[in-house]
């Protein structure tokens, strides 16, 4: 199995991270710190209730650049200015229910958006991209089947076809421009499972609702508790990405190879809503009878849906690492120290130790 230190791999190198005030994006933005890389980040202001960010002094940490990637010349002056070595793109509406209420802004964002970056990186001849869409990209039928990286992109909400609308963009660029004439650029796609970890506070996600229905003591609702999931800790898929990028700053992935990859649990993590909200109660003492079931929001969505990986493990040697226990002990952790008023950068960083040295 690859190693999960990435020892010297982005010790010095320029790296963009668009997203980088997000919950995933922060994370990563802190790893790569870690990892002695010098961080340029792309992102919106940080929300109110985005804690993360803040609290991990990000702002003093990396190069923050607050903008909206749907503005072309404000993005294409940063990009063309600090020519990066290689580029993250996480930035992206991420909430399925806000698609409903914000349907243009979802599709503007993850598409045109996607489609802005993709533009100015082949106008700006730059090298290395690891470009993160969503397990939800898959059209799901409903059938319980795992996706595989090849199977149908499409969506019956907003917040899913914006989604595989940017990996058709990013594939008509490889297909239109990349293929043939810009063989320096090496670039990859990458979708991960349902994430949890500390630090997620958007509104209408499964466990920042919890640990705000905790800290409020009221009841929480659930929107669907039959629904299922590929449940993962933040970390796993920040190694893939990691990982990806690693493999195309060494040129170890073939032009030829098909550039996405699922990064996801195993099939034993796919569990239902309720059975998850219960193993979070039971790792914190809190009653079942905590929760009531009740929809909030009349929006579509798919009862199943789990990932394929084993083309990150057949070619990118990569592994999920922690149990479903073990990521549900670290978010619980990570929250936990949040409500005491903790150390957040430390509990942080010593998660990230954990993971690597497993």
Same mark, same amino acid.
């Given at each position: 199995?690859y190693k999960?230190n990435?020892?010297?791999?982005?010790k010095?190198?320029?790296v963009?991270v668009t997203? /980088?005030t997000?919950?995933k994006g922060?994370?990563?933005?802190?790893?790569?710190?870690?990892?002695g890389?010098n961080?340029v980040?792309?992102?919106?202001k940080?929300?109110k209730?985005n804690?993360?960010f #803040?609290?991990l002094r990000?702002?003093?940490?990396i190069?923050?650049n607050?903008?909206?990637?749907? &503005?072309?010349?404000?993005?294409?002056n940063?990009i $063309?200015?600090?020519?990066?070595?290689i580029?993250?793109?996480l930035a992206?509406?991420? *909430?399925? =229910?806000?698609s409903?209420?914000?349907?243009?802004?979802?599709i503007e964002? #993850?598409?045109?958006?996607s489609?802005n970056?993709?533009?100015?990186?082949?106008?700006n001849?730059? $090298?290395?991209?690891?470009?993160?869409t969503s397990?939800k990209c !898959?059209?799901?039928?409903?059938?319980?089947?795992?996706?595989?990286?090849e199977?149908?992109l499409?969506?019956?909400?907003i917040y899913?076809?914006s989604?595989a609308s940017a990996?058709?963009?990013?594939?008509s660029?490889?297909?239109?421009?990349?293929?043939?004439?810009?063989k320096?650029l090496? $670039?990859?796609t990458?979708?991960?499972g349902?994430?949890?970890?500390g630090?997620?506070?958007?509104e209408n996600?499964i466990?920042p609702?919890?640990?705000?229905?905790?800290?409020n003591k $009221?009841k929480?609702l659930?929107?669907n508790?039959?629904s299922t999931?590929?449940?993962?800790?933040?970390?796993?898929?920040?190694?893939g990405?990691l990982l990806?990028?690693k493999?195309i700053?060494?040129?170890k992935?073939?032009n030829?190879?098909f550039?996405?990859?699922?990064f996801?649990p195993?099939k034993k993590n796919c569990k239902k809503v309720?059975e998850?909200?219960?193993m979070?109660y039971? !790792?914190?003492?809190?009653?079942?009878n905590y929760f *009531?079931k009740k929809k909030?929001?009349?929006i579509?969505? =798919?009862?199943l849906?789990?990932?394929n990986?084993n083309?990150?493990k &057949?070619?990118?040697n990569?592994?999920p690492t922690l149990?479903?226990n073990? /990521? *549900? &002990?670290l978010?619980s952790?990570? !929250?936990?120290?949040?409500?005491?008023e903790?150390?957040?950068?430390?509990?942080?960083?010593?998660?990230i130790e954990f993971f690597?040295s497993?």
């Open positions: 199995m999960k990435f020892k010297d791999t982005y010095n190198l320029k963009l997203g /980088s997000g919950f922060s994370w990563l933005c802190f790893w790569l710190k870690k990892l890389a961080v980040g792309v992102g919106l940080p929300e209730t804690i993360l #803040n609290s990000l702002e003093k940490k190069d923050q607050i903008l909206d990637i749907r &503005n072309y010349k404000t993005l294409n940063i $063309k200015k600090e020519k990066p070595d580029t993250f793109h992206a509406q991420s *909430i399925v =229910s806000e409903y209420k914000e349907p243009l802004s979802t964002i #993850n598409t045109l958006g489609t970056l993709l533009e100015i990186i082949k106008n001849n730059l $090298k290395n991209l690891v470009f993160i397990d !898959y059209l799901n039928q409903d059938l319980n089947k795992a996706f595989k990286e199977d149908i499409g969506g019956h909400d899913s076809s989604k990996e058709l963009i990013f594939h660029y490889h297909k239109s421009f990349f293929k043939n004439n810009f320096h090496k $670039k990859v990458a979708r991960a349902n994430v949890i970890g630090g997620d506070f958007k996600r466990i609702d919890l640990f705000r229905s905790i800290k $009221k929480l659930i929107r508790p039959n999931r590929p449940w993962q800790h933040v970390l796993e898929p920040l190694s990405y990806l990028g493999k700053l060494e040129k992935i073939s030829k190879t550039p996405s990859w699922n996801g195993e309720i998850i909200i219960k979070f039971d !790792y914190l003492n809190v009653p079942d *009531i909030i929001l009349r579509e969505e =798919s009862k849906l789990s990932l990986i083309k990150a &057949n070619e990118l990569w592994l149990s479903l073990e /990521s *549900i &002990n978010t952790d990570w !929250y936990l120290s949040y409500l005491s903790g150390q957040l950068e430390r509990v942080t960083e010593d998660q690597s497993k």
